[in-house]
């Protein structure tokens, strides 16, 4: 049984902490497994078409706010996860050393990448091109900051464990959207109210699948119960590094780690923060307490110091 | 594959999975190249090197699958004395005429036949630059068995002969030539050989990449002959594999609408003074293998057509088919149109104004129509070019001075009719409406439908002898409530019936006495029983991996073609992993429909006065040749050489380095004003668009986007044109990353925003580097998101054979900032052709 | 009363097991009756992605005549249930409203587009073809070979055309002696 | 958006921390710089959406309200009547204020309502309402009372109630952007909370010296709050590491500095004026207790200001998580 006022650390089950009986359906989540993503947007547009989710840009050329028109980051042209954007396919172009070359840890963002040539030299054969691919969402987290944060119960946790807006309660109070470590869930402009994946809630209650991965033509995007995508996740893992593809590593998928382990996983193939991703994101409300501590005495001292004010005889 | 069929993709992936290696040869490092295990950079247009590189590899270290090339190829074959190969004449075969710039194919013919070679040339109605026009169905047709030395020793066997032709394609040829790495080269020879042979397979998959050159069908035929070597064809993981673009591209060449073709394949006939029935099929069919009942085919095609006007007496009205006199292929008629000659155009789901190269002449073509019909689903280019095209932003169109009257008909949605798609694997499968069709939106079926009604109706009572083949038309089909007429009805007819009325269950029912029909042969069975079997849907999961009952593959629902292959000449399988069709002694069996007469055991030698299915012998696994070999070497049916030769594309900055003769010596050129072509390198003009350009599609778009420039999520994914270029060739040219750029060639110049990527890389030929910018091909004046075509820049120079043109390699310039915009462009391209030396040439 | 207190999700904080608000608690009516609309179509209809030539299944789900989801088809052993950006895009390609459903005129010279009926169209085309047929029509070459032909009237047809259309325009054409017919394939 | 910022498409541009400072140069760093990687320069979290003025006014007013409030409260018990007139005034106008700046920034300000649907004691707003709600209506209550002269009695407990709940709405808001993933807020929540006392006491205090009549608790308040504000900060910037930059660069460290410099010479004129008699001293007091409001708002400004931009700024994300991960692999 989980404490009922969990902040942090491991949670078994999430939607029993929610206050969902027994007997609600697992916990499910995404393993997004980059090595095998080919960049090639299905999630990205399915999930718009399923969700009627509007495009953000189409034709408007550098105006201010989001990623409009060609963002030069090679073919990401949404730039995030955003309001009207639920799964974002992120490209990174890499040059490394050839593969054939003495293996290096291409993982560790610590050094110069060994061998990097300079643009205009001669690269025949020194290094090659990594085009790294990865599809986004939001994590669905174990200790979900947007919505311990959310002052309405707009956002809530649902029978299946996943994080949900309700788009009839929102009132755009915005508060979710810095309290997520992520950087998912936003606003919509012209709409006021805060947006992000919502697993397909309906599509669940029907039994399918998310739209995402429902068209994801390489299983790049696998949906299912948490547990078996984790043992999945571990199995693929261990069939990478026996490759030697050393830098596959798992992101998200550990309980222990700031935010309970997500809902939404990845495997990936460098660095979180490659991708745009925090490398070790805590859960703000892990701190809430001792928060609410420290204000509690700042506001003893408030209240201390005008009574001492009064103290004493008058001028 | 990743970037265009990613769907496809899925099984490539699976694939990689269990262990197969996946090797990406582009010009550019695509979505294919980031997962692939290899990405092989390659100079555009030098594939034929590369693979001839691996046909050199394969011969010179015995690597061939010698029982396969020995008994299934024609590697025993051989050749006459009078053959000569590009070894002895510099690059060009024997029979090259210069003044018509076409081959007289008759010296590649195998030595000991007793009938001359192809048919073309026996028909001596048909001129000779007309030959090329002869799609040669069957290939040669062969009386009697060539001779052949089955140790393949003989210098003059087709194996020898292929060694010698490769003899040059060194791995530091291919270096040289393609820019490929001797060491990158090596890795992948080496996955090739390693994966082919009794119990491995590899596959080619290929796409335009392949096919848009003028020399594209050799590009295939060089695979086929690597595949044929390595024993990859016929067999289950193995073959040359189209990744077509178009849901129904496939379709659209088995019941074609181009010119060259009838239903099945059969050639449209050509201009004759006495040309009847018999001696068309005879000119065209073959003697031995399935084209040998090329009469049962026609006959049936007429029947369908002309229905109970169709009689032996009057040829089954053979007579109605109108008669070709050459090329009249879309290019041809274009500038026939530019030049006044063609009053009329319907466009139908199509966006030359956009999506053909040299989009410009297409424009002019269109402006000089009396009448254009456009059906699609979108206000397209080629609907507009009169209001917004970019002729009339230079000034040189006026609308008001273009007399073109043009008819826009909303076309119906695929899911608001019925009908087939054949996809790229031949599978028909069926699509049911889901919807009615909103407004004046209709179906393609229904207005040929409707104005075929209409237009017999209007020649009904004429006695003119021309409207004959109007009035004896069969055009009876139902038509529901809505006036759609029944799909399912034409499906039917395409598939055939016999004297009775009732449905055919196979091309094998049909005769040539007129007691049956088919509109399409290849076809014939994809309504047997009565049945739809292009709707059948049995769910995959409860099927084998072929899933036999999910639509309908022509050839009767087979899936491999020439599955024969895949047992070895005694009818076993040659390896037990790669089983797929054998003879358990009674019969053909396995999973998949033998491609082979199912009870003709392998032991069968036919009668030397068999001829067409039973002329097959037991051990020919390639039934539709007329000799039931892969040939290696061609002796007919091409028309620029029987072996696949390394020539530079029509534009390229570099001469060919294998043979004086520096492009594809048949290709098809046009020499005109408004289609110049660059100066050959190492003339002093070529400096002028020093750099090579390759047209390239994203996932995220379709074609010239007639389909994707509508619709917001696609567009908000690739919302600009734009233009991929290396770091090195952004320094030397001062390109912005995010910046404007402008491709220039003496066609046009186009803009597009620089995108700078280590993705592309620069190549080295000696001591010359070769900078190659990628050029995306789906943006138009119109849609969410417009930008100059890709194929403004394009000149028209086509492959002989089909008469397809070279979009994916050609020379340009590149330079920073917009294109110059109104008139100013069109005295900026005249400037630059005239630095090269083109413009007096050509006024 | 009571229904409306405990309609408050504060009160059932209090009452119920969701102390903090997260979630059986703070749900609301929205949330309890979302239904996924392909539970509601009227129908579902098998079809093929019309774009490239994989040939991947789709599920059309229709509701009041209209089409209001398009889906990968999990049945199809090709796609097994996926699609690409382009095939996942097939609704918004049917059902957007940039979509021309009229059919539009242009005169010759003519500087804009103006209505037509289709009825009336039907009939201009039929006029035109028999027109520009008769006008252009060859029976023999000048060395007396048989032409039977009309190069006056030509077709270029896109590749997403079913089979069956492919069929009576060739047939159409062909007993028209219009030669110049061509395709995508070609292209 | 053209990316100026990358010379080529190629993604995860790595900066080096302290330009500068590079292996170039020869000299020999005793720690190698971690190397920051980021996703085209892109910020991981999204930037607080919340719009200026109005949350950093609603952040000043809260404070200003939540110690108007104890202060009027006081003063009615130890019969001050100019300066509970005016706490009463500024506890209500402030609070007033501050809901009407809220519900003006919110996306859907018709469902503002939807704040008091749920309790939730893990989101400072969930709690900032229902501490603002009756806190508004006590505090306008007793503000009525005041204005018509009626119900002292009434206007009494009520008044007393408001200033009960005051010292929360205070601090509250500090919990507020604390509890968010912004790095400045969220390194900062032992300390945002003094901060933002600290400030709420000089502002309140400042606003009491307006006041007629004795306004010397108002000045011993305003004296302590700005020298709580200023320890607090000083603390602040010394103990959140990497993130304090943001605090100091920038347009937040332009506006802290001033908000510094006008706390101090607040707290200084404030202090002086208790020495001085009659009208100079009187408008000594008010020109000080403007300017610690002033002050005020711009600390809440800066503040907000230093989140934004730390926000916007992926290197503060990362480098301290990495770091964190670096530290948590090697020890």
Aim: charged letters at 25%.
């Amino acid at each position: 049984m989980n404490p009922v006022n969990s902040l942090s650390g491991p949670l078994a089950d999430p939607a029993a902490d929610a206050g969902y009986a027994a007997g609600h359906p697992p916990r499910v989540g995404f393993f997004t497994d980059t090595s095998v993503c080919i960049g090639c947007k299905a999630c990205e547009v399915a999930c718009k078409e399923w969700n009627a989710l509007p495009a953000d840009g189409v034709g408007d050329h550098g105006a201010a706010g989001d990623v409009l028109g060609l963002t030069g980051m090679s073919y990401d042209n949404t730039g995030g996860l955003g309001a009207s954007t639920y799964r974002h396919v992120a490209f990174v172009e890499q040059r490394v050393p050839a593969r054939d070359s003495a293996p290096v840890d291409l993982g560790m963002p610590s050094t110069d990448l060994p061998g990097a040539v300079q643009p205009g030299a001669d690269r025949e054969d020194a290094t090659e091109v990594r085009w790294l691919m990865s599809s986004d969402v939001c994590k669905h987290c174990a200790h979900a900051a947007c919505l311990d944060v959310c002052p309405t119960g707009s956002l809530i946790r649902t029978e299946h464990g996943t994080v949900l807006v309700q788009e009839d309660i929102c009132n755009g109070c915005g508060y979710c959207i810095p309290a997520c470590p992520y950087g998912v869930i936003d606003q919509r402009q012209g709409d006021g109210r805060a947006f992000k994946c919502t697993m397909c809630q309906d599509r669940l209650g029907a039994g399918l699948a998310p739209a995402c991965a429902t068209a994801c033509p390489t299983e790049s995007i696998r949906f299912g119960p948490l547990d078996e995508l984790r043992e999945r996740a571990d199995a693929r893992l261990a069939e990478l590094h026996d490759r030697g593809v050393g830098e596959a590593r798992l992101y998200g998928r550990d309980p222990d780690d700031g935010v309970g382990g997500d809902g939404a996983f990845f495997l990936l193939l460098d660095e979180p923060e490659v991708y745009g991703l925090p490398p070790d994101p805590v859960v703000t409300t892990r701190d809430l307490p001792s928060m609410w501590r420290h204000a509690a005495g700042a506001a003893l001292a408030v209240a201390g110091a005008v009574a001492a004010a009064f103290l004493g005889g008058r001028r | 594959m990743a970037e265009a069929h990613p769907v496809g993709f899925q099984w490539v992936m699976e694939a990689k999975r269990r262990g197969a290696t996946v090797i990406h040869v582009d010009p550019r490092f695509t979505r294919t190249s980031a997962v692939a295990d290899l990405h092989v950079p390659i100079r555009a247009g030098t594939d034929i090197a590369f693979l001839g590189g691996l046909i050199h590899h394969v011969l010179e270290t015995g690597a061939y699958f010698e029982e396969y090339v020995r008994a299934y190829t024609n590697g025993p074959m051989l050749l006459r004395e009078d053959f000569a190969d590009t070894e002895d004449l510099d690059g060009l075969f024997s029979g090259f005429d210069p003044e018509t710039g076409s081959y007289d194919t008759e010296t590649w013919q195998y030595a000991g036949m007793t009938a001359t070679s192809s048919a073309g040339d026996r028909d001596l109605d048909v001129h000779e630059a007309e030959r090329g026009q002869m799609p040669g169905s069957g290939g040669a047709p062969i009386a009697t068995d060539p001779d052949r030395d089955d140790t393949m020793q003989d210098p003059r066997c087709v194996l020898q002969v292929l060694r010698r032709h490769y003899a040059r394609y060194t791995p530091e040829k291919v270096h040289e030539i393609c820019g490929i790495p001797v060491e990158t080269f090596r890795r992948v020879a080496d996955a090739l050989v390693e994966n082919s042979g009794r119990e491995r397979t590899s596959a080619f998959a290929y796409a335009v990449g392949w096919t848009h050159h003028t020399v594209g069908v050799q590009y295939i035929r060089a695979a086929s002959v690597l595949q044929a070597l390595l024993g990859n064809i016929g067999r289950p993981g193995g073959g040359i594999l189209a990744l077509r673009g178009h849901a129904s591209i496939q379709g659209s060449t088995d019941i074609p609408t181009l010119f060259d073709l009838l239903p099945g394949y059969i050639p449209m006939p050509h201009a004759h003074r006495d040309q009847d029935l018999a001696t068309f099929i005879e000119a065209n069919g073959g003697t031995k293998g399935f084209w040998g009942d090329l009469d049962a085919y026609v006959v049936s095609l007429l029947k369908a057509w002309f229905g109970d006007a169709a009689t032996p007496e009057n040829d089954f009205c053979f007579d109605h088919l109108p008669r070709l006199t050459g090329d009249h292929s879309s290019f041809r008629t274009v500038m026939d149109q530019a030049e006044g000659k063609v009053p009329g155009y319907f466009v139908i789901g199509e966006n030359p104004a956009v999506g053909t190269a040299n989009a410009r002449m297409q424009r002019h073509g269109l402006a000089q129509l009396e009448w254009l019909v456009v059906r699609d689903l979108n206000m397209i280019e080629t609907a507009t070019f009169w209001k917004n095209g970019p002729e009339i932003a230079t000034g040189e169109m006026r609308t008001e001075d273009i007399g073109t009257e043009i008819f826009f008909l909303p076309a119906a949605a695929h899911t608001e009719k019925d009908g087939t798609f054949t996809n790229t694997q031949r599978l028909l499968q069926w699509h049911h409406k889901a919807a009615e069709p909103p407004g004046d939106c209709r179906s393609d079926l229904w207005f040929y439908y409707e104005l075929g009604r209409r237009l017999k109706a209007r020649v009904a009572g004429s006695d003119d002898p021309r409207d004959r083949p109007l009035q004896d038309l069969t055009w009876d089909y139902p038509v529901d409530g809505t006036g759609e007429p029944s799909a399912d009805a034409v499906l039917r007819e395409i598939n055939g019936v016999d004297g009775e009325g009732k449905a055919l269950p196979g091309y094998t029912a049909l005769k040539a006495d007129g007691s049956t029909s088919s509109g399409c042969w290849i076809y014939c069975g994809v309504y047997a029983d009565e049945v739809n079997q292009s709707a059948r849907r049995r769910p995959g999961a409860e099927q084998d991996l072929l899933a036999p009952e999910w639509g309908w593959a022509w050839p009767m629902n087979r899936r491999v073609l020439y599955n024969r292959a895949s047992a070895d000449p005694d009818g076993r399988p040659w390896s037990e992993r790669k089983k797929l069709t054998w003879w358990d002694g009674e019969r053909w069996a396995g999973p998949d429909v033998p491609d082979f007469p199912v009870d003709v055991p392998p032991d069968y030698v036919p009668p030397r006065d068999a001829r067409a299915a039973k002329a097959i012998g037991g051990a020919e696994p390639f039934v539709m040749q007329s000799d039931g070999r892969a040939w290696l070497h061609a002796p007919a049916g091409l028309a620029d050489g029987p072996m696949p030769t390394h020539y530079e594309p029509e534009e390229s900055p570099v001469g060919n380095a294998l043979y004086g003769q520096r492009a594809n010596p048949a290709r098809q050129r046009f020499e005109r004003a408004d289609n110049p072509y660059h100066p050959e390198p190492g003339t002093p003009g070529a400096a002028v668009y020093p750099y090579v350009f390759t047209t390239f599609r994203v996932t995220e778009h379709h074609t010239a986007g007639g389909m994707s420039r509508w619709t917001p999520h696609l567009n908000e994914l690739q919302p600009e044109m734009f233009l991929e270029v290396s770091p090195e060739l952004a320094a030397e040219r001062g390109l912005t990353h995010g910046g404007w750029a402008h491709v220039v060639t003496a066609r046009s110049a186009i803009e597009g925003r620089v995108l700078v990527t280590e993705r592309a890389k620069p190549l080295r030929h000696g001591d010359r580097v070769i900078h190659q910018i990628g050029v995306p091909w789906h943006w138009g004046p119109n849609g969410l998101s417009t930008g100059d075509a890709a194929n403004e820049l394009l000149g028209v120079s086509l492959d002989p054979n089909v008469h397809i043109m070279e979009t994916k390699a050609a020379t340009c310039d590149i330079r920073p900032g917009r294109r110059p915009r109104g008139p100013e462009l069109v005295t900026y391209l005249a400037d630059r052709r005239r630095q090269a030396g083109l413009e007096e040439e050509q006024r | 009363m009571r229904t409306w207190i405990e309609g408050w999700p504060v009160y059932r904080q209090l009452t119920g097991p969701d102390k903090l608000g997260r979630g059986t608690a703070s749900r609301s009516d929205r949330t309890e009756s979302l239904r996924a609309r392909t539970q509601d179509a009227d129908r579902v209809t098998q079809s093929i992605c019309p774009f490239c030539a994989v040939g991947c299944g789709q599920r059309v789900f229709t509701r009041g005549g209209r089409v209001v989801q398009v889906e990968g088809d999990p049945d199809s052993p090709i796609s097994r249930g996926r699609l690409c950006p382009k095939g996942s895009s097939t609704l918004s390609l049917v059902t957007a409203p940039e979509r021309v459903t009229t059919v539009r005129y242009r005169r010759p010279h003519g500087t804009e587009w103006e209505d037509l009926d289709l009825d009336t169209a039907l009939d201009m085309i039929v006029d035109r073809v028999l027109t520009t047929r008769r006008r252009t029509w060859q029976e023999t070459d000048d060395e007396g070979r048989h032409l039977r032909r009309t190069t006056g009237i030509a077709s270029l047809g896109g590749a997403t055309l079913d089979n069956e259309e492919n069929y009576l325009m060739k047939k159409l054409y062909t007993a028209l002696g219009a030669v110049q017919i061509e395709n995508q394939a070609r292209i | 958006m053209s990316a100026p910022e990358h010379r080529t498409a190629t993604g995860a541009p790595r900066r080096r921390h302290g330009g500068g400072r590079g292996k170039g140069r020869g000299e020999r760093l005793m720690v190698p710089e971690a190397e920051f990687t980021s996703y085209y320069g892109r910020p991981i979290i999204k930037p607080p959406v919340w719009k200026v003025p109005d949350v950093p006014a609603y952040l000043y007013l809260g404070g200003l309200a939540g110690v108007s409030a104890p202060l009027a409260a006081l003063a009615d018990l130890t019969g001050r009547p100019g300066l509970r007139r005016l706490g009463r005034i500024a506890a209500a106008g402030g609070a007033t204020a501050s809901v009407g700046f809220l519900v003006h920034d919110l996306g859907r300000p018709t469902r503002f309502l939807h704040m008091l649907r749920v309790l939730k004691v893990t989101s400072p707003l969930s709690v900032g309402s229902w501490i603002l709600a009756p806190f508004g209506a006590l505090s306008g209550a007793t503000a009525a009372a005041e204005v018509l002269g009626v119900t002292p009695r009434l206007a009494r407990a009520s008044g007393l109630a408001a200033g009960a709940l005051g010292p929360a709405l205070t601090t509250y808001t500090a919990v507020l952007v604390a509890d968010t993933a912004v790095p400045a807020w969220h390194e900062g929540f032992r300390e945002l909370p003094f901060v933002f006392a600290g400030s709420a006491l000089a502002s309140g205090g400042g606003a009491g010296l307006l006041a007629p009549g004795d306004v010397t608790p108002a000045r011993r308040v305003a004296v302590a709050g700005a020298a709580l504000e200023l320890a607090a900060t000083a603390v602040l910037e010394r103990r959140i590491g990497f993130a304090a930059k943001a605090y100091r660069t920038g347009r937040a460290g332009t506006v802290l500095r001033a908000a510094r410099a006008g706390t101090v010479a607040g707290a200084l004129g404030a202090l002086a004026s208790g020495f001085l008699r009659g009208r100079r001293g009187r408008a000594l007091g008010a020109v000080s207790g403007l300017l610690l409001n002033a002050a005020s708002a711009a600390t809440r400004y800066g503040v907000f200001e230093a989140g934004m931009a730390s926000a916007r700024d992926p290197e503060y994300t990362v480098r301290p998580q990495r770091e964190r991960l670096e530290a948590r692999r090697s020890g």
